[in-house]
T-cell receptor, first 114, second 114 residues
């Protein structure tokens, strides 16, 4: 069965600084990979997804993520964070076919300091 | 309004009572999902549905019942609420799935079982 690990429970970053959130997955083949963001009191919103092709994917709000098969990783990056980026971020892994369900990581809470 | 809605947004109930959480989507998506979100666990799938009258268990189905008589509605019932079911519940939908496409989430229902 697939699994996802987000090793950082909480990250604090200064406004304007760069950001990288880590995500490692376990899956027997090339998975479908997703990053979702959850603002306080809200549901989850898709930031970006990787299905195939170019391993560097661009998402909304200036985020990008890179799929690295050799490291089983799909880290999320942003060159300069804004106070509005404070939220919880979830990585998720899915299967390209079959009946596998989407598996979420436990999330990384991002705090932005002035 | 277009999208996915959940009701109620907040619910307090007592142990042993039956509670139904409602979910409605306006996109005619085939797949619908119920998740619960708890600290340290991320999102865990309770039940999902591939179409009207087709439902299947997720990771944590015990104590929950679902039905889907119409494509747009997917209610979740706690037959006899327990304190361990205190959580935030999210409904989601996708055009195809269960993990092959973006899932769109509702705003959540916060349930407290006393």
């Amino acid at each position: 069965a697939q699994s996802v690990t987000q090793p950082d429970i909480h990250i604090t970053v200064s406004e304007g600084a760069s950001l990288e959130l880590r995500c490692n997955y376990s899956y027997g083949a090339t998975p479908y990979l997703f990053w979702y963001v959850q603002s306080p009191g809200q549901g989850l919103q898709l930031l970006l997804k990787y299905f195939s092709g170019d391993t560097l994917v661009q998402g909304i709000k200036g985020f990008e993520a890179e799929f690295k098969r050799s490291q089983s990783s799909f880290n999320l990056r942003k060159p300069s964070v804004h106070w509005s980026d404070a939220a919880e971020y979830f990585c998720a892994v899915g299967a390209p076919f079959g009946n596998e369900k989407l598996t979420f990581g436990t999330g990384t809470r991002l705090t932005i300091i002035p | 309004d277009a999208g996915i809605t959940q009701s109620p947004r907040y619910k307090i109930t007592e142990t042993g009572r039956q509670v139904t959480l409602m979910c409605h989507q306006t996109w005619s998506h085939s797949y619908m999902f119920w998740y619960r979100q708890d600290l340290g666990h991320g999102l865990r799938l309770i039940y999902y549905s591939a179409a009207a009258d087709i439902t299947d268990k997720g990771e944590v189905p015990d104590g929950y019942v679902v039905s889907r008589s119409k494509t747009e509605n997917f209610p979740l019932t706690l037959e006899s609420a327990t304190r361990s079911q205190t959580s935030v519940y999210f409904c989601a939908s996708s055009e195809r799935g269960p993990s092959q496409e973006t899932q769109y989430f509702g705003p959540g229902t916060r349930l407290l079982v006393l």
